[in-house]
């Protein structure tokens, strides 16, 4: 199975900051990643597919980049809305695996 | 509007069967596969099983194999996923997700998501 890592695990920063969630592929997945970001109490929602679309609705603040096995989540302009946990997770291959979360926090 | 709701949870002990349901609208539902996510309290998200769009395959979590079946029918718009043998670590969150395409493919997403439909598994 393709093990995601994410890091960091908890970050907290203030409103307008820009911020950068990594995950890490086990073996390469080519760009075969996508993120979904998880509000308290509520379903995931598709943030970006294939590493760097952005799906639509999604504010153009968030932004993702990378391939092969190193990827980034970047938010730039922070808002309050984005307190959540992100979570990437590889469609290369199944099981379809995800990373264990980043929790974001507004100051 | 795509929409997908799920049904079935409740409270089972180990050992016990639950079959979960999930019912699909705004889409042609047989395009589409359908996956079960599900998650712990407090923890992260774990895939458990997809199945096409004809309902022609299926693949499933190691943690799940020869415990769960995940079925289909189109002509109700409805997923299903039979769940036997339960133990407490299947206690959870159960959501049904719609993937980006038919096949069980690579470059696929969970693009839409239900509310989820909570397991616990306890005597």
């Known amino acids: 199975d393709i093990q995601m890592t994410q890091s960091p695990n908890f970050l907290s920063a203030s409103v307008g900051d820009t911020v950068t969630i990594t995950c890490r592929a086990s073996?390469?997945?080519?760009?075969?990643l996508n993120w979904y970001q998880q509000k308290p109490g509520r379903a995931p929602t598709l943030l970006i597919h294939v590493a760097y679309i952005l799906q639509s609705g999604v504010p153009s603040r968030f932004a993702g980049s990378g391939s092969g096995t190193d990827f980034t989540l970047t938010i730039s302009g922070l808002q309050p809305d984005d307190s959540a946990i992100y979570y990437c997770?590889?469609?290369?291959?199944?099981?379809?695996?995800f990373g264990q979360g980043t929790k974001v926090e507004i100051k | 509007e795509v929409q997908v709701l799920e049904s079935g949870g409740g409270l089972v002990q180990p050992g016990g069967s639950l079959r979960l349901s999930c019912g699909g609208s705004?889409?042609?539902?047989?395009?589409?596969?359908m996956n079960w996510v599900r998650q712990a309290p407090g923890k992260g998200l774990e895939w458990v099983s997809a199945?096409?769009?004809?309902?022609?395959?299926?693949d499933y979590a190691e943690s799940v194999r020869g415990r769960f079946t995940i079925s289909r029918d189109n002509s109700k718009n409805t997923l299903y996923l039979q769940m036997s043998s339960l133990r407490a670590d299947d206690t959870g969150i159960y959501y049904c997700a719609r993937s980006s395409s038919g096949p069980i493919a690579a470059g696929s997403q969970f693009q839409y998501w239900g509310q989820g439909t909570l397991v616990t598994v306890s005597s």
């Open positions: 199945i096409t769009g004809s309902g022609s395959a299926t």
């Open positions: 073996q390469s997945i080519s760009r075969f």
């Open positions: 705004g889409f042609p539902f047989s395009s589409y596969a």
């Open positions: 997770q590889q469609s290369a291959s199944t099981p379809w695996t």
